[in-house]
Nanobody, 111 residues
Framework: QVQLVEEGGGLVQSGGTLRLSCAASGIRFNPYDMGWYREAPGKSRELVARMELGGKAEYGDSVQGRATITRNHARYTVYLQMSNLQVEDTAMYYC?????WGRGTQVSVYS
């Protein structure tokens, strides 16, 4: 059974930088797809960034140019770094590894 451990959420000042990590365990092979999604109150869950095993990355429109996703294949871990955070980035951020979701980590941005 896949287990995902998300770290790095919290309170961040507007203009600051966010760093999240998600480590997968209970798997035998490197996941094909690892990524981050977010859900703000009253809004649908949306893609932040995802990366395929081969390195192809995809970013959500709202974070283009501000987010960088990376993977450590040896550690089955995916990282997200976002800069120039805005209040609108406040949301619960969820890690997704192939078909499994993490519990989420709250990110709150204050001005």
């Amino acid at each position: 059974q896949v287990q995902l451990v998300e770290e790095g959420g919290g309170l961040v000042q507007s203009g600051g930088t966010l760093r999240l990590s998600c480590a997968a365990s209970g798997i035998r092979f490197n996941p094909y797809d690892m990524g981050w999604y977010r859900e703000a109150p009253g809004k649908s869950r949306e893609l932040v960034a995802r990366m395929e095993l081969g390195g192809k990355a995809e970013y959500g429109d709202s974070v283009q140019g501000r987010a960088t996703i990376t993977r450590n294949h040896a550690r089955y871990t995916v990282y997200l770094q976002m800069s120039n955070l805005q209040v609108e980035d406040t949301a619960m951020y969820y890690c997704k590894v192939d078909g499994a979701w993490g519990r989420g980590t709250q990110v709150s941005v204050y001005s």
